[in-house]
C-alpha cells in the first residue's frame, strides 16, 4: 500500500517540475510569451491548490480508496490531452484539469498513509518518506524534463503518465482497502471562494508584471481577490462542515509549519522556474544539458531525504528543519548573484549543492510538524491543508517573482546580461522568502511552548 500511495504522489510532483526545464521548448513550440509561460506550471498549481481541501473532504464522505481511484482516472487523461496540446489555451485548458485530478487524488494519498499508520515511530517513518518523495521527485522532474525535451519531446513526460496511472487504478482495486465513509455535506462554497479567490490574486500579480500595478485588471482581480479570501475565512468559521477546520490552527506547531511551506515554496519555485531558463538562455546549455546541469541538487537532495529519519532521531524534528531552511537560504542568496560573465561551477553548481541540501533537510520535518496531534477525524483536512500550502505557495511565489523579474530591467544592457540580471534578482527575492520561512519556523516550532502543544493534544 505504500507503494502505492508513495508511486502516485510521486506522479503528481513530478508533473509539477518536468515542464521546467522544457519551458524553452514549450514556448518556443506553442508560441507562449514570456509572463504568459509562468501559466504553464500556474494553471496546474492553482487547480490543484485550490480544490485540495473539497477532494479531502470528499474523500472523507465518499471513501478515500473511491477518490483515489477517480483522481488517478482523471489526472491520466488529462496528461494524454496535455500531450496532444496544440496552442497555449489548449495546455492552459488541460493543466487546470490535470490540477483538479491532483486535488481530488493527493489529499486521499496522505490520508490513507496516516489512517493505516498508527502514530508514533511507524507513522513517522512513512511520513518522513512521503515528504521526501515531494522533494526527490520535483528534482528528478528536473532533470528527466530536460531529457526528453531534447532528445524525443516534451510531450512525453505527459503520455508516461497513462501506463502509470493505470496500473495505479489496478493495484489500487485490489490492494487497497476502503475507508469507512462518514454522513456530511461538501463546502462547496468555501470551495469556490478559495480557489477563485486564490487565482485572482495569482492573475492580478502576474497581469503587474506586464501592465503595472494601476491597470484597472491589475487592480480589480488583487481586490477581488482578498474579498474571496475574506469570504473563505467567514464562511469557514460559520459552516457546519467546512472544508478547512479552523481549529486546525490552534496548534502552534501546525500552523508554524503551514507558514513555513507557503514561504519554503514561494521561494524554492525561483530556484526550479528561473535556473533552467539562465542555464538555457544565459549559458546556451540544451535541454538535455540543462536537465543534467541540475544533478548536484538532485544527487545531494536524494542523499539527505534518505537520511531524514536518522536525523530527525539525533536533532529533533525542529532543529532539523531550522538547519536546512538555513542552508537553503545560504544557496539560494548565493545563486542570486549569477551574471552574463558566471560560470556553471563557481555560480551555479556548488549553490546547488546547498539548495538540494537543504530541500532534503526541510519538506519531510514540514510534512511532520504539520501533521502533528491531528485527531483522526481531521486527518484529510490536515492533509489537504498540507498539500494546499505546497501548491498555492508555489503559485503566489511565482507571481510575486515574475514582479521581481519584470520589475528589474537595465536599460541599454545585451540581451543576454539583462535576462542575467532579471533572473539574479527573482533568485535574490527567492532567497528572501527562505529567510522568512526560518523565521517562521524558528518562532513558531523550534521555539515552541512545550505546554500549548500538550494542551492541544489533550484538546483532541
Given at each position: 500500500m505504500l507503494a502505492i500511495i508513495l508511486t502516485s504522489y510521486l506522479m503528481i510532483v513530478l508533473d509539477i517540475s518536468i515542464v521546467i526545464t522544457a519551458l524553452p521548448k514549450i514556448r518556443e513550440g506553442l508560441g507562449f510569451s514570456v509572463v504568459g509561460l509562468s501559466w504553464v506550471?500556474?494553471?496546474?498549481?492553482?487547480?490543484?491548490?485550490?480544490?485540495?481541501?473539497?477532494?479531502?473532504?470528499?474523500?472523507?464522505?465518499?471513501?478515500?480508496?473511491?477518490m483515489f481511484i477517480a483522481g488517478l482516472a482523471l489526472f491520466t487523461a488529462a496528461s494524454m490531452?496535455?500531450?496532444?496540446?496544440?496552442?497555449?489555451?489548449?495546455?492552459?485548458?488541460?493543466?487546470?484539469v490535470q490540477g483538479v485530478g491532483a486535488a481530488i487524488l493527493a489529499p486521499s494519498t496522505?490520508?490513507?498513509?496516516?489512517?493505516?499508520f498508527p502514530e508514533g515511530p511507524e507513522r513517522t517513518r512513512a511520513l518522513g518518506y512521503y515528504g521526501a518523495t515531494a522533494g526527490i521527485g520535483a528534482s528528478v522532474g528536473l532533470v528527466l524534463g530536460g531529457i526528453l525535451a531534447d532528445l524525443i519531446s516534451w510531450r512525453v513526460g505527459f503520455f508516461l503518465n497513462l501506463p502509470i496511472g493505470l496500473g495505479l487504478m489496478w493495484a489500487a482495486r485490489r490492494y487497497i482497502v476502503?475507508?469507512?465513509?462518514?454522513?456530511?455535506?461538501?463546502?462547496?462554497?468555501?470551495?469556490?471562494?478559495?480557489?477563485?479567490?486564490?487565482?485572482?490574486?495569482?492573475?492580478?500579480?502576474?497581469h503587474a508584471a506586464s501592465s503595472g500595478w494601476r491597470d484597472p485588471y491589475t487592480v480589480a482581480p488583487l481586490v477581488g481577490g482578498i474579498v474571496l479570501l475574506a469570504l473563505f475565512v467567514l464562511n469557514e468559521s460559520r459552516a457546519g462542515q467546512p472544508i478547512l477546520p479552523l481549529h486546525l490552527f490552534a496548534s502552534r506547531e501546525r500552523?508554524?509549519?503551514?507558514?513555513?511551506?507557503?514561504?519554503?515554496?514561494?521561494?524554492?519555485?525561483?530556484?526550479?522556474?528561473?535556473?533552467?531558463?539562465?542555464?538555457?538562455?544565459?549559458?546556451?546549455?540544451?535541454?538535455?544539458?540543462?536537465?543534467?546541469?541540475?544533478?548536484?541538487?538532485?544527487?545531494?537532495?536524494?542523499?539527505?531525504?534518505?537520511?531524514?529519519?536518522?536525523?530527525?532521531?539525533?536533532?529533533?524534528?525542529g532543529r532539523l528543519l531550522a538547519g536546512g531552511l538555513f542552508v537553503s537560504v545560504i544557496g539560494m542568496a548565493w545563486l542570486g548573484q549569477v551574471n552574463a560573465e558566471t560560470s556553471y561551477l563557481a555560480g551555479v553548481a556548488l549553490p546547488m549543492l546547498l539548495i538540494g541540501a537543504?530541500?532534503?533537510?526541510?519538506?519531510?520535518?514540514?510534512?511532520?510538524?504539520?501533521?502533528?496531534?491531528?485527531?483522526?477525524?481531521?486527518?484529510?483536512?490536515?492533509?489537504?491543508?498540507?498539500?494546499?500550502?505546497?501548491?498555492?505557495?508555489?503559485?503566489?511565489?511565482?507571481?510575486?517573482?515574475?514582479?521581481v523579474f519584470a520589475a528589474a530591467g537595465t536599460s541599454g544592457a545585451e540581451p543576454s546580461a539583462e535576462l542575467a540580471h532579471r533572473i539574479g534578482m527573482a533568485l535574490t527575492a527567492g532567497a528572501i522568502l527562505l529567510g522568512l520561512a526560518l523565521a517562521v519556523v524558528w518562532l513558531c516550532i523550534v521555539r515552541r511552548p512545550e505546554t500549548q502543544l500538550i494542551r492541544v493534544d489533550e484538546a483532541h
Open positions: 506550471q500556474n494553471a496546474y498549481t492553482l487547480a490543484f491548490g485550490g480544490l485540495l481541501l473539497l477532494g479531502a473532504r470528499a474523500g472523507d464522505i465518499l471513501g478515500r480508496r473511491a490531452v496535455i500531450g496532444l496540446a496544440a496552442s497555449p489555451a489548449w495546455l492552459i485548458t488541460a493543466r487546470a496522505l490520508s490513507l498513509l496516516t489512517t493505516n476502503e475507508t469507512r465513509r462518514r454522513s456530511g455535506q461538501l463546502d462547496l462554497v468555501g470551495a469556490v471562494c478559495s480557489t477563485l479567490g486564490m487565482s485572482a490574486l495569482v492573475y492580478g500579480l502576474v500552523g508554524g509549519a503551514y507558514a513555513g511551506r507557503l514561504l519554503f515554496l514561494g521561494g524554492m519555485i525561483g530556484f526550479w522556474f528561473y535556473t533552467t531558463q539562465f542555464l538555457q538562455g544565459v549559458l546556451g546549455m540544451r535541454p538535455l544539458q540543462a536537465g543534467m546541469a541540475f544533478l548536484p541538487a538532485t544527487l545531494v537532495n536524494f542523499a539527505v531525504a534518505l537520511a531524514v529519519p536518522g536525523l530527525t532521531k539525533r536533532f529533533g524534528n537543504g530541500q532534503g533537510a526541510t519538506l519531510s520535518p514540514l510534512t511532520v510538524a504539520g501533521m502533528a496531534g491531528v485527531a483522526p477525524e481531521d486527518a484529510g483536512a490536515a492533509s489537504g491543508l498540507v498539500n494546499v500550502t505546497h501548491q498555492l505557495g508555489g503559485s503566489l511565489g511565482l507571481a510575486v517573482l515574475v514582479v
